[in-house]
């Protein structure tokens, strides 16, 4: 099958983003899966976090499925959101639209360039819920806010939230890869636990209104970034008041920055999440079902100017960390 590609990220939360709604595709679900496994490869040609598929929606401008590497579908992806969010809007020539999720229809919208010449859109991230059972998290507590998980750390306490994918948090004086790689092995090998795995990130503080989140994401590894995790994690240093409440929050991470705001609606919270939607390039691929391999790759257009504005903006990220 020959699918036309478009390479993306955000914070270098890398994707292929697939347009189900005009290109002439009938995948199933297995040929989801397969492409999910195949494009994401790193030892493959294209290589990837995610991909994003964009379908047809009955009840919004379009729908946004994400599968991981593994082949696993989400229920939600922050960064993806915000490259679907500028696909649709630029397509339909609008600057707001709501996107179908699994769990639920959200808007999105274009805002200023949050840096120079830098794709900039905000993507709510809802619905979100400190049950443990919408993780599922096996706990003694209904609500588990910075209470240890011993099977996982002696010493360390974690934060559980879904938005709506599942998110444990934990907030560290500094970040070190290799822990927090291993315990998100820990933690997704543990099914009794954690049922459906889960996203587990590390959070360090950087200053009133800023922080530095990594995470080790399920049904991938370590990214440069998540979006709903450090949506999730910008929320859960408000609720243990390091942080404000509708305040715009600094969110570092390997790739760049985005900038969460966590807002307070009735007994409901919502982050709205900005940051960049870069593309990185364009492709079609010619892909073999019966191997699974990618046979041909052409008419690749690299998309150099966004690409080299967005290293300025990194450059600038990494600075900031290192303050
Ligand atoms: N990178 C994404 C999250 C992708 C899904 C995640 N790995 C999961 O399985 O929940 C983001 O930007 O939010």
């Known amino acids: 099958m020959n699918i036309e590609i478009l390479k993306c990220h955000g914070s270098n939360n890398d994707f292929v983003l697939i347009d189900e709604m005009t290109g002439a595709y009938s995948f199933s679900e297995e040929d989801r899966i397969m492409i999910a496994k195949t494009l994401c490869n790193r030892e493959g040609i294209v290589g990837a976090d995610g991909i994003l598929f964009v379908l047809n929606s009955n009840v919004a401008e379009a729908q946004m499925r994400m599968f ?3 082949g696993s579908e989400a229920e ?13 809007t630029e397509k339909l020539g609008k ?34 819920s400190f049950e443990t059972s ?45 822990n927090l790689s291993w315990l998100g092995k820990v933690a997704n090998q543990d099914k009794e636990l954690l049922p459906n795995g889960v996203n587990v990130s590390y959070v360090q503080p950087l200053g009133d209104q800023k922080i530095f989140v990594r995470t080790y994401e399920r049904g991938v590894g370590l990214t440069n970034a998540c979006g709903t995790a450090m949506s999730a994690s910008a929320l859960t240093t408000v609720i243990v008041e390091m942080n404000q409440l509708n305040e715009e929050i600094f969110v570092f991470n390997r790739g760049g920055f985005v900038i969460c705001t966590a807002l307070k609606d009735g007994d ?9 939607a870069t593309y990185v390039y364009s492709s079609t691929i010619q892909l073999d079902e019966a191997t699974s391999e990618i046979t041909e790759v052409k008419d690749r257009k690299l998309f150099e100017a966004e690409n080299h504005a967005y290293a300025k903006m990194q450059s600038y990220a990494q600075e900031q960390i290192t303050l």
């Open 95 to 128: 600057d707001e639209v709501v996107i179908e999720t699994p769990e639920a229809n959200l808007p999105v919208v274009k805002r200023e360039e949050m840096y120079e010449d830098i794709p900039s859109f905000e993507v709510n991230i809802e619905p979100v």
């Open 134 to 178: 919408s993780l599922p998290l096996q706990s003694p507590h209904q609500i588990h806010i910075e209470q240890p998980i011993p099977t996982l750390s002696k010493d360390l306490t974690f934060t559980a939230l879904s938005v709506p994918n599942p998110h444990l948090i934990t907030v560290v004086p500094e970040v070190h890869d290799e």
């Open 268 to 276: 409901d919270y919502v982050i709205k999440l900005r940051g960049n």
């Open 68 to 70: 991981n590497p593994d």
């Open 76 to 88: 939600m992806c922050g960064n993806g959101l915000r490259c679907v969010a500028r696909y649709v």
